[in-house]
């Protein structure tokens, strides 16, 4: 496609639901990485795959948290027994490769728990 | 931690004017983003410049890069209503994993 799609645009999730957040990256682009953003902050980075390899996951805030990307093209977060505080967007961007260019990111989830 | 500062953290300008906003980082650097975001909407790539390049230019927008003392500006001149969004830099290192910092809002009013 011609740009980062990101579904669903917004989620609601009472507190103990599983969540799964998909990204369709831009046709041929072999990294993609998850973004958490608060509330009039940056976003924070979660965890960054190559083609279908998981190489950085150190932003992940806790082990309800869980990233897929198992065709090396599609993404999916996951996250187990949601908490008030993943109250978040979430973001999601794509590149070509490493250090080629910029990212292009989708518009976002905007996860809220009640 | 490789997470760009920048400064201000709101700017309030009319339209026409110049605006500026700066980044600072800590490390060494592979190259310097600079991203727009609108409300609800996610982050558009502005320019990039990388650690041996000093400045670059995109339409209205220039970037400058002081590596010596790890500090990034963007300037967006003639300022227009439509440029009313959060700015943020992003810092890419060794790991080519972005890295952001709480941004900029700047208001441009008409």
């Known amino acids: 496609g011609a740009g980062v799609s990101q579904s669903p645009r917004y989620k609601v999730a009472k507190r103990g639901q599983d969540v799964a957040l998909r990204c369709d990256p831009i046709?041929?682009?072999?990294?993609l990485f998850w973004y958490q953003q608060a509330l009039g902050q940056g976003p924070e980075f979660l965890t960054y795959f190559q083609n279908e390899a998981q190489l950085d996951k150190s932003g992940l805030p806790s082990d309800r948290f869980f990233a897929e990307r198992p065709e090396g093209s599609v993404s999916t977060l996951k996250i187990q027994r949601t908490q008030q505080e993943d109250s978040a967007v979430y973001l999601c961007?794509?590149?070509?490769?490493?250090?080629?260019?910029?990212?292009?990111f989708g518009s976002g989830t905007r996860l809220t728990v009640v | 931690s490789q997470q760009g500062e920048e400064d201000p953290q709101a700017l309030s300008i009319q339209e026409g004017e110049n605006a500026t906003m700066n980044c600072s980082y800590k490390t060494s650097i592979n190259n310097l983003q600079w991203y727009r975001q609108n409300s609800g909407r996610g982050l558009v790539h502005l320019i990039l410049i990388r650690s041996n390049e000093r400045e670059k230019h995109s339409g209205r927008l220039r970037v400058t890069l002081d590596t010596s003392k790890k500090s990034s500006s963007l300037l967006i001149t003639a300022s227009r209503a439509a440029d009313t969004a959060s700015y943020f830099c992003?810092?890419?290192?060794?790991?080519?994993?972005?890295?952001f910092g709480r941004g900029t809002s700047l208001i441009v009013h008409p």
């Open positions: 961007a794509s590149s070509l490769g490493r250090g080629q260019g910029g990212y292009t």
């Open positions: 046709s041929g682009h072999v990294s």
């Open positions: 992003a810092v890419v290192g060794g790991s080519y994993i972005p890295t």
